[in-house]
């Protein structure tokens, strides 16, 4: 069975920063591309960054700059380090793993909620 498990979100103030983790079980972790999706509230999912085997990182333009996406294939981990949080960056996130065409799974979603 294929788990992908979020934790790190929160309550941050705008300017401040947190880091999502994602630990993946069921699968070979390091044959996967790994990402961060997000939703927010009135919006459709957008990826956010995203990872590839290699260890190749590509993101969205809103987060360049500002969030960085990492891996540690040792303990089975995605990461993502969020910097300069604002308002906008308020949303579920969730973490997502693929091979291929048809391997894809998702995580349940970690809520992050920028606000002063």
């Known amino acids: 069975q294929v788990q992908l498990v979020e934790s790190g979100g929160g309550l941050v103030r705008p300017g401040g920063s947190l880091r999502l983790s994602c630990v993946a079980s069921?699968?070979?972790?390091?044959?996967?591309?790994m990402g961060w999706y997000r939703r927010a509230p009135g919006k459709q999912r957008e990826m956010v960054a995203q990872?590839?085997?290699?260890?190749?990182?590509d993101y969205a333009d809103f987060v360049k700059g500002r969030f960085t996406i990492s891996r540690d294939n040792a303990k089975n981990t995605v990461y993502l380090q969020m910097n300069s949080l604002d308002s906008e960056d308020t949303a579920v996130y969730y973490c997502?793993?693929?091979?291929?065409?048809?391997?894809?799974?998702w995580g349940q979603g970690t809520q992050v909620t920028v606000s002063s």
């Open positions: 997502h793993a693929k091979r291929f065409l048809t391997l894809i799974y």
């Open positions: 069921g699968i070979i972790f390091s044959r996967y591309s």
């Open positions: 990872i590839t085997d290699g260890g190749s990182a």
